[in-house]
Protein backbone atom coordinates (compact mmCIF):
# COMPACT_ATOMS: atom_id res chain seq x y z
CA UNK A 1 0.00 0.00 0.00
CA UNK A 2 1.27 3.62 -0.77
CA UNK A 3 0.61 6.08 1.93
CA UNK A 4 2.59 8.84 0.18
CA UNK A 5 -0.23 11.09 0.01
CA UNK A 6 -1.04 10.75 3.77
CA UNK A 7 3.05 11.06 4.88
CA UNK A 8 3.36 14.24 3.10
CA UNK A 9 0.96 16.18 5.27
CA UNK A 10 1.28 14.22 8.80
CA UNK A 11 3.72 17.12 9.67
CA UNK A 12 1.14 19.66 8.73
CA UNK A 13 -1.46 18.13 10.93
CA UNK A 14 1.27 18.13 13.97
CA UNK A 15 2.09 21.60 13.48
CA UNK A 16 -1.47 22.84 13.60
CA UNK A 17 -2.96 20.54 15.74
CA UNK A 18 -1.67 19.31 19.09
CA UNK A 19 -1.50 15.57 18.73
CA UNK A 20 -1.89 15.92 15.37
CA UNK A 21 -5.55 15.43 15.95
CA UNK A 22 -8.68 16.52 17.17
CA UNK A 23 -9.01 13.58 18.94
CA UNK A 24 -6.74 11.39 21.38
CA UNK A 25 -8.28 8.23 19.99
CA UNK A 26 -7.89 8.80 16.37
CA UNK A 27 -3.98 9.94 17.15
CA UNK A 28 -1.34 8.76 15.94
CA UNK A 29 0.00 6.86 19.03
CA UNK A 30 -2.84 4.65 18.09
CA UNK A 31 -1.69 3.37 14.73
CA UNK A 32 1.34 1.89 13.82
CA UNK A 33 4.15 4.38 13.05
CA UNK A 34 4.32 3.60 9.09
CA UNK A 35 0.97 3.08 8.42
CA UNK A 36 -1.18 6.43 9.26
CA UNK A 37 -3.74 7.12 6.59
CA UNK A 38 -5.64 10.19 6.36
CA UNK A 39 -9.17 9.72 5.19
CA UNK A 40 -10.69 11.43 2.09
CA UNK A 41 -14.17 9.49 2.57
CA UNK A 42 -16.40 6.87 3.71
CA UNK A 43 -19.56 4.73 2.51
CA UNK A 44 -21.31 2.35 4.70
CA UNK A 45 -18.46 0.31 6.42
CA UNK A 46 -15.54 1.22 3.62
CA UNK A 47 -13.34 4.18 3.87
CA UNK A 48 -10.64 5.52 1.63
CA UNK A 49 -7.72 7.16 2.46
CA UNK A 50 -5.93 10.22 -0.02
CA UNK A 51 -3.88 7.59 -1.72
CA UNK A 52 -7.61 5.65 -2.70
CA UNK A 53 -6.31 2.56 -0.62
CA UNK A 54 -9.79 1.57 0.59
CA UNK A 55 -10.53 -0.75 4.35
CA UNK A 56 -13.40 -2.18 5.88
CA UNK A 57 -13.73 -0.07 9.22
CA UNK A 58 -14.73 -1.28 12.31
CA UNK A 59 -15.93 0.20 15.51
CA UNK A 60 -16.75 3.16 12.67
CA UNK A 61 -16.51 6.99 14.22
CA UNK A 62 -15.26 5.66 17.65
CA UNK A 63 -18.31 3.77 17.42
CA UNK A 64 -20.91 6.56 16.89
CA UNK A 65 -21.59 5.03 13.20
CA UNK A 66 -23.73 2.16 13.70
CA UNK A 67 -25.40 2.37 10.42
CA UNK A 68 -22.95 3.24 8.15
CA UNK A 69 -21.20 6.33 7.04
CA UNK A 70 -22.95 9.14 4.40
CA UNK A 71 -26.38 6.62 5.51
CA UNK A 72 -28.48 8.35 2.70
CA UNK A 73 -32.26 8.85 4.42
CA UNK A 74 -29.74 10.22 7.33
CA UNK A 75 -27.71 12.62 5.42
CA UNK A 76 -30.90 13.61 3.06
CA UNK A 77 -32.84 14.11 6.56
CA UNK A 78 -30.36 15.83 7.47
CA UNK A 79 -30.36 17.90 4.36
CA UNK A 80 -33.85 18.88 4.58
CA UNK A 81 -33.81 20.28 7.78
CA UNK A 82 -30.23 22.28 6.85
CA UNK A 83 -32.84 24.20 4.17
CA UNK A 84 -35.17 25.25 6.86
CA UNK A 85 -32.36 26.88 8.44
CA UNK A 86 -30.72 25.58 11.07
CA UNK A 87 -30.74 27.33 14.65
CA UNK A 88 -33.14 29.98 15.94
CA UNK A 89 -33.96 32.22 18.98
CA UNK A 90 -37.00 30.11 19.76
CA UNK A 91 -37.27 26.15 20.02
CA UNK A 92 -37.79 24.28 16.50
CA UNK A 93 -40.97 21.97 16.02
CA UNK A 94 -38.22 19.32 15.94
CA UNK A 95 -36.58 19.77 19.28
CA UNK A 96 -39.96 17.95 20.12
CA UNK A 97 -40.42 15.70 17.74
CA UNK A 98 -36.69 14.48 18.60
CA UNK A 99 -37.46 14.66 22.52
CA UNK A 100 -40.76 12.32 21.79
CA UNK A 101 -38.95 10.01 19.56
CA UNK A 102 -36.32 9.19 22.35
CA UNK A 103 -38.56 9.03 25.16
CA UNK A 104 -40.66 7.20 23.20
CA UNK A 105 -37.84 4.29 22.83
CA UNK A 106 -36.33 4.65 26.47
CA UNK A 107 -38.84 3.40 28.72
CA UNK A 108 -38.90 4.65 32.24
CA UNK A 109 -37.56 8.00 31.05
CA UNK A 110 -39.63 11.32 31.21
CA UNK A 111 -37.91 13.98 30.01
CA UNK A 112 -34.75 15.10 28.17
CA UNK A 113 -32.06 17.44 26.69
CA UNK A 114 -29.76 17.70 23.78
CA UNK A 115 -26.47 18.41 23.46
CA UNK A 116 -23.69 17.41 20.93
CA UNK A 117 -20.95 15.64 22.76
CA UNK A 118 -21.52 12.93 25.48
CA UNK A 119 -19.44 14.35 28.08
CA UNK A 120 -22.39 17.33 27.64
CA UNK A 121 -24.91 14.79 29.10
CA UNK A 122 -22.36 12.77 31.52
CA UNK A 123 -21.33 15.87 33.49
CA UNK A 124 -24.73 17.38 33.19
CA UNK A 125 -26.11 14.32 35.02
CA UNK A 126 -23.10 14.72 37.74
CA UNK A 127 -24.14 18.39 38.09
CA UNK A 128 -28.14 18.08 38.12
CA UNK A 129 -27.22 14.93 40.92
CA UNK A 130 -24.81 16.72 42.69
CA UNK A 131 -28.04 19.95 43.29
CA UNK A 132 -30.66 16.95 43.85
CA UNK A 133 -28.73 15.52 46.50
CA UNK A 134 -26.97 18.53 48.16
CA UNK A 135 -23.34 16.50 48.19
CA UNK A 136 -20.01 16.58 46.15
CA UNK A 137 -19.05 13.53 45.61
CA UNK A 138 -19.03 11.24 42.76
CA UNK A 139 -18.40 7.38 41.89
CA UNK A 140 -17.67 5.90 39.18
CA UNK A 141 -16.36 2.63 37.92
CA UNK A 142 -12.87 1.98 37.71
CA UNK A 143 -13.46 -0.56 34.89
CA UNK A 144 -14.55 1.75 32.46
CA UNK A 145 -12.32 4.14 30.57
CA UNK A 146 -14.40 6.74 29.90
CA UNK A 147 -17.30 9.30 31.06
CA UNK A 148 -16.40 12.78 30.18
CA UNK A 149 -13.99 15.26 28.92
CA UNK A 150 -14.88 17.40 32.37
CA UNK A 151 -12.92 17.57 35.29
CA UNK A 152 -15.16 15.78 38.17
CA UNK A 153 -13.59 12.70 35.62
CA UNK A 154 -10.19 13.69 33.37
CA UNK A 155 -8.87 14.78 37.04
CA UNK A 156 -9.69 10.75 38.24
CA UNK A 157 -6.86 9.77 35.23
CA UNK A 158 -3.11 9.73 34.54
CA UNK A 159 -3.63 12.89 32.63
CA UNK A 160 -5.06 14.88 35.10
CA UNK A 161 -2.96 17.79 34.62
CA UNK A 162 -4.54 21.70 34.80
CA UNK A 163 -7.33 19.81 37.26
CA UNK A 164 -7.67 20.80 41.02
CA UNK A 165 -6.67 18.97 43.62
CA UNK A 166 -9.91 19.73 45.24
CA UNK A 167 -12.08 18.35 42.26
CA UNK A 168 -9.76 15.20 42.09
CA UNK A 169 -10.65 14.22 45.24
CA UNK A 170 -14.34 14.34 45.17
CA UNK A 171 -13.96 11.43 42.54
CA UNK A 172 -14.30 8.22 43.80
CA UNK A 173 -14.05 4.43 42.07
CA UNK A 174 -15.55 1.41 42.76
CA UNK A 175 -15.11 -1.98 40.70
CA UNK A 176 -17.58 -3.61 38.24
CA UNK A 177 -19.60 -6.88 39.08
CA UNK A 178 -18.23 -5.56 43.02
CA UNK A 179 -20.73 -4.33 44.99
CA UNK A 180 -18.79 -4.73 48.53
CA UNK A 181 -16.55 -2.18 46.57
CA UNK A 182 -19.68 0.29 46.21
CA UNK A 183 -21.17 -0.56 49.80
CA UNK A 184 -17.63 0.29 50.79
CA UNK A 185 -17.64 3.63 49.24
CA UNK A 186 -20.62 4.35 50.74
CA UNK A 187 -19.77 3.61 54.25
CA UNK A 188 -16.49 5.84 54.03
CA UNK A 189 -17.89 8.63 52.68
CA UNK A 190 -21.30 8.68 54.26
CA UNK A 191 -23.81 10.65 52.80
CA UNK A 192 -21.17 12.68 50.91
CA UNK A 193 -21.57 10.66 47.53
CA UNK A 194 -24.58 12.23 45.03
CA UNK A 195 -24.31 9.89 42.16
CA UNK A 196 -23.12 6.18 41.16
CA UNK A 197 -22.37 6.60 37.08
CA UNK A 198 -21.06 3.95 35.39
CA UNK A 199 -21.37 1.89 31.75
CA UNK A 200 -24.44 -0.88 31.78
CA UNK A 201 -22.07 -3.18 30.60
CA UNK A 202 -18.52 -3.67 28.95
CA UNK A 203 -16.76 -6.51 28.64
CA UNK A 204 -17.75 -8.46 31.61
CA UNK A 205 -21.46 -9.20 32.21
CA UNK A 206 -23.37 -8.28 34.90
CA UNK A 207 -23.38 -10.54 37.65
CA UNK A 208 -26.07 -11.64 40.18
CA UNK A 209 -28.01 -8.79 39.11
CA UNK A 210 -25.11 -6.05 39.85
CA UNK A 211 -27.07 -3.34 38.26
CA UNK A 212 -30.28 -3.81 40.29
CA UNK A 213 -28.12 -3.90 43.11
CA UNK A 214 -26.33 -0.88 42.36
CA UNK A 215 -29.32 1.00 41.80
CA UNK A 216 -30.93 -0.24 45.88
CA UNK A 217 -27.57 0.56 47.17
CA UNK A 218 -28.00 3.65 45.68
CA UNK A 219 -31.40 4.42 47.21
CA UNK A 220 -30.63 3.32 50.17
CA UNK A 221 -28.10 5.66 50.30
CA UNK A 222 -30.01 8.63 48.94
CA UNK A 223 -27.33 9.21 45.85
CA UNK A 224 -28.95 9.27 42.02
CA UNK A 225 -27.67 5.97 40.28
CA UNK A 226 -26.73 6.65 36.55
CA UNK A 227 -26.80 4.48 33.36
CA UNK A 228 -23.82 6.11 30.98
CA UNK A 229 -25.33 4.04 27.54
CA UNK A 230 -23.46 6.46 25.10
CA UNK A 231 -21.73 2.67 23.97
CA UNK A 232 -24.92 0.21 24.57
CA UNK A 233 -27.64 2.69 23.72
CA UNK A 234 -29.42 1.31 20.23
CA UNK A 235 -26.80 -1.29 20.04
CA UNK A 236 -27.29 -3.84 22.78
CA UNK A 237 -31.63 -2.78 22.48
CA UNK A 238 -33.86 -0.21 20.52
CA UNK A 239 -34.55 0.68 24.37
CA UNK A 240 -30.94 0.86 25.92
CA UNK A 241 -28.71 -1.98 27.81
CA UNK A 242 -31.30 -0.84 30.42
CA UNK A 243 -34.16 -2.31 28.33
CA UNK A 244 -32.26 -5.04 28.20
CA UNK A 245 -31.54 -5.78 31.36
CA UNK A 246 -34.65 -4.48 32.91
CA UNK A 247 -32.89 -1.61 35.59
CA UNK A 248 -34.50 1.65 34.62
CA UNK A 249 -32.19 4.15 35.95
CA UNK A 250 -32.86 7.30 37.79
CA UNK A 251 -30.58 9.63 34.87
CA UNK A 252 -29.06 8.01 31.59
CA UNK A 253 -27.01 9.29 28.88
CA UNK A 254 -27.01 8.90 25.01
CA UNK A 255 -24.86 9.99 21.81
CA UNK A 256 -22.96 8.25 19.84
CA UNK A 257 -25.32 5.88 18.16
CA UNK A 258 -28.06 7.66 18.83
CA UNK A 259 -27.80 10.33 15.27
CA UNK A 260 -25.10 7.81 13.52
CA UNK A 261 -22.24 9.90 13.54
CA UNK A 262 -23.99 13.70 13.77
CA UNK A 263 -23.48 15.40 17.36
CA UNK A 264 -26.29 14.61 19.04
CA UNK A 265 -26.19 13.39 23.11
CA UNK A 266 -28.83 13.10 25.61
CA UNK A 267 -29.54 13.52 28.91
CA UNK A 268 -32.22 11.47 30.10
CA UNK A 269 -34.39 10.61 33.06
CA UNK A 270 -37.04 11.15 35.79
CA UNK A 271 -38.93 14.31 36.07
CA UNK A 272 -38.63 14.57 39.77
CA UNK A 273 -34.97 14.96 38.91
CA UNK A 274 -34.67 16.54 35.59
CA UNK A 275 -36.89 19.33 36.46
CA UNK A 276 -34.40 20.99 38.50
CA UNK A 277 -33.03 22.44 35.59
CA UNK A 278 -36.08 23.93 34.26
CA UNK A 279 -39.24 26.56 34.97
CA UNK A 280 -41.89 26.01 37.64
CA UNK A 281 -40.01 24.54 40.59
CA UNK A 282 -39.54 26.62 44.18
CA UNK A 283 -36.19 24.77 44.22
CA UNK A 284 -32.99 26.47 43.22
CA UNK A 285 -32.21 26.37 39.88
CA UNK A 286 -29.48 24.30 38.09
CA UNK A 287 -27.93 25.11 34.85
CA UNK A 288 -28.34 21.99 32.99
CA UNK A 289 -26.91 21.39 29.39
CA UNK A 290 -27.73 25.06 27.61
CA UNK A 291 -25.59 25.48 24.50
CA UNK A 292 -25.78 27.15 21.41
CA UNK A 293 -26.06 24.38 18.97
CA UNK A 294 -27.28 22.51 21.71
CA UNK A 295 -30.32 21.54 19.89
CA UNK A 296 -28.63 21.98 16.32
CA UNK A 297 -31.24 20.89 13.75
CA UNK A 298 -30.36 18.99 11.08
CA UNK A 299 -28.50 17.08 14.28
CA UNK A 300 -31.41 16.59 15.22
CA UNK A 301 -33.58 15.56 12.18
CA UNK A 302 -30.44 12.54 11.26
CA UNK A 303 -31.32 11.77 15.29
CA UNK A 304 -34.85 11.33 14.63
CA UNK A 305 -34.28 9.16 11.19
CA UNK A 306 -31.10 7.27 12.44
CA UNK A 307 -33.84 6.19 15.55
CA UNK A 308 -36.72 5.58 13.15
CA UNK A 309 -34.67 3.34 11.21
CA UNK A 310 -34.01 1.28 14.31
CA UNK A 311 -37.55 0.90 15.49
CA UNK A 312 -38.52 0.07 11.65
CA UNK A 313 -35.28 -1.90 10.51
CA UNK A 314 -33.24 -4.72 12.06
CA UNK A 315 -30.30 -2.91 12.76
CA UNK A 316 -29.95 -4.55 16.34
CA UNK A 317 -30.79 -7.94 15.24
CA UNK A 318 -28.07 -7.30 12.54
CA UNK A 319 -25.30 -6.24 14.77
CA UNK A 320 -25.68 -8.89 16.95
CA UNK A 321 -26.19 -11.82 14.23
CA UNK A 322 -22.84 -9.76 11.87
CA UNK A 323 -21.22 -9.78 15.28
CA UNK A 324 -21.25 -13.40 16.24
CA UNK A 325 -20.50 -14.70 12.63
CA UNK A 326 -17.26 -12.51 13.27
CA UNK A 327 -16.57 -13.94 16.45
CA UNK A 328 -16.83 -16.99 15.54
CA UNK A 329 -14.51 -17.19 12.27
CA UNK A 330 -11.95 -15.35 13.91
CA UNK A 331 -11.60 -17.70 17.39
CA UNK A 332 -12.01 -20.50 14.73
CA UNK A 333 -9.03 -18.92 13.38
CA UNK A 334 -7.33 -18.17 16.56
CA UNK A 335 -8.04 -21.93 17.93
CA UNK A 336 -6.17 -22.46 14.44
CA UNK A 337 -3.14 -21.06 14.94
CA UNK A 338 -2.83 -22.10 19.15
CA UNK A 339 -3.28 -18.19 20.06
CA UNK A 340 -6.59 -18.78 22.16
CA UNK A 341 -3.98 -17.79 25.25
CA UNK A 342 -2.79 -14.71 23.32
CA UNK A 343 -5.66 -12.90 21.70
CA UNK A 344 -9.18 -12.78 23.94
CA UNK A 345 -12.51 -11.91 22.07
CA UNK A 346 -14.23 -9.83 24.36
CA UNK A 347 -17.54 -8.15 24.51
CA UNK A 348 -21.71 -8.93 23.41
CA UNK A 349 -21.24 -9.47 19.68
CA UNK A 350 -23.02 -6.38 18.96
CA UNK A 351 -19.58 -4.60 20.35
CA UNK A 352 -16.49 -7.08 20.26
CA UNK A 353 -13.17 -6.13 21.52
CA UNK A 354 -10.10 -8.17 21.42
CA UNK A 355 -6.72 -8.33 23.54
CA UNK A 356 -3.38 -9.07 22.51
CA UNK A 357 -1.24 -10.89 24.52
CA UNK A 358 2.74 -11.40 24.65
CA UNK A 359 4.43 -14.63 25.27
CA UNK A 360 3.99 -14.25 28.92
CA UNK A 361 0.40 -13.46 28.46
CA UNK A 362 0.43 -10.00 29.55
CA UNK A 363 -1.47 -7.05 27.85
CA UNK A 364 0.77 -5.64 25.28
CA UNK A 365 0.78 -3.37 22.62
CA UNK A 366 4.16 -4.37 20.52
CA UNK A 367 2.01 -7.05 19.41
CA UNK A 368 -1.33 -4.93 19.56
CA UNK A 369 0.44 -3.01 16.82
CA UNK A 370 1.84 -6.08 15.17
CA UNK A 371 -1.96 -7.16 14.65
CA UNK A 372 -2.78 -3.46 13.51
CA UNK A 373 0.09 -3.38 11.47
CA UNK A 374 -0.86 -6.73 9.44
CA UNK A 375 -4.14 -5.94 9.63
CA UNK A 376 -3.89 -2.61 8.04
CA UNK A 377 -1.55 -3.76 5.44
CA UNK A 378 -4.65 -5.82 3.97
CA UNK A 379 -7.23 -3.36 4.15
CA UNK A 380 -9.41 -3.78 7.80
CA UNK A 381 -9.05 -0.29 9.71
CA UNK A 382 -9.78 -2.63 13.00
CA UNK A 383 -8.71 -1.18 16.28
CA UNK A 384 -12.07 -2.68 17.66
CA UNK A 385 -14.37 -5.47 15.81
CA UNK A 386 -17.33 -3.26 16.52
CA UNK A 387 -19.28 -4.06 13.59
CA UNK A 388 -21.94 -2.12 11.58
CA UNK A 389 -25.60 -2.22 9.58
CA UNK A 390 -23.75 -1.66 6.72
CA UNK A 391 -21.18 -4.69 6.82
CA UNK A 392 -22.29 -7.21 4.62
CA UNK A 393 -21.88 -11.25 4.73
CA UNK A 394 -18.62 -10.50 2.55
CA UNK A 395 -17.24 -7.70 4.77
CA UNK A 396 -17.40 -10.12 7.35
CA UNK A 397 -15.99 -13.28 5.14
CA UNK A 398 -12.69 -10.65 4.20
CA UNK A 399 -12.25 -9.73 7.64
CA UNK A 400 -11.95 -13.49 9.07
CA UNK A 401 -9.69 -13.72 6.25
CA UNK A 402 -7.55 -10.65 6.61
CA UNK A 403 -7.58 -11.82 10.43
CA UNK A 404 -6.37 -15.59 9.95
CA UNK A 405 -3.22 -14.31 7.76
CA UNK A 406 -2.25 -11.88 10.93
CA UNK A 407 -2.73 -14.42 13.18
CA UNK A 408 -0.35 -16.75 11.43
CA UNK A 409 2.37 -13.68 11.63
CA UNK A 410 1.18 -13.13 15.49
CA UNK A 411 1.76 -16.70 15.92
CA UNK A 412 5.06 -16.37 14.16
CA UNK A 413 6.34 -13.32 15.95
CA UNK A 414 5.72 -15.20 19.84
CA UNK A 415 7.63 -18.14 18.22
CA UNK A 416 10.47 -16.33 16.64
CA UNK A 417 10.03 -12.68 18.12
CA UNK A 418 8.25 -9.91 17.85
CA UNK A 419 11.23 -7.71 16.55
CA UNK A 420 11.32 -10.02 13.30
CA UNK A 421 8.02 -9.12 12.40
CA UNK A 422 7.26 -5.21 14.08
CA UNK A 423 7.82 -1.98 11.92
CA UNK A 424 8.63 1.07 14.14
CA UNK A 425 7.60 1.50 17.71
CA UNK A 426 4.39 0.26 19.44
CA UNK A 427 1.69 1.96 20.04
CA UNK A 428 0.74 3.31 23.46
CA UNK A 429 -2.38 3.92 25.64
CA UNK A 430 -4.04 6.73 25.66
CA UNK A 431 -4.20 7.24 29.60
CA UNK A 432 -0.46 8.20 30.58
CA UNK A 433 1.00 11.04 32.68
CA UNK A 434 3.84 11.45 29.94
CA UNK A 435 4.75 11.00 26.25
C1 LIG B 1 -19.05 5.51 27.79
C2 LIG B 1 -18.76 6.89 27.30
N1 LIG B 1 -19.27 7.93 27.97
C3 LIG B 1 -19.05 9.20 27.58
C4 LIG B 1 -18.27 9.47 26.49
C5 LIG B 1 -18.02 10.88 26.09
O1 LIG B 1 -18.61 11.16 24.86
P1 LIG B 1 -18.04 12.33 23.92
O2 LIG B 1 -16.69 11.92 23.45
O3 LIG B 1 -19.06 12.41 22.82
O4 LIG B 1 -18.00 13.58 24.76
C6 LIG B 1 -17.71 8.41 25.75
C7 LIG B 1 -16.84 8.67 24.57
O5 LIG B 1 -16.16 7.83 24.06
C8 LIG B 1 -17.96 7.09 26.18
O6 LIG B 1 -17.45 6.04 25.53
Redesign the pocket.
Known amino acids: MDFSKSDRIQKRFHDVIPGGSHTYAKGDDQYPEFILPYIAKGEGCHVWDLNGNEFIEFGMG?RSVTLGHAYKPVVDAAYRQMLLGNTFNRPAAIELECAEQVLGMIQGAEMVKFGK????A?SASVRLSRAYTGRDMVAICAN?P????DDWFIGSTPMSAGIPKAIQELTVKYQYNDIGSIKSLFQQYHEKIACVIL?PEKEQEPKNDFLQEVKKICHENGAVFIL?E??TGFRWHNGGAQSFYGVIPDLS?F??AMANGFSV?ALLGKKEIMKLGGLGHDKERVFVMSYTYGAENHGLSAALETMKIYEREPVVETLWRQGESLAKGIRMSIDENKLADFIPIMGRPCCLVYGTRDNDKNPSQPFRTLLLQETMKRGILAPSLVVSYSHTDADIDRTIEVFHEAFHIYRKALDEGIEKYLVGRPVKPVWRRFN
Open positions: LNGSDTHFFSVEDMITGKS
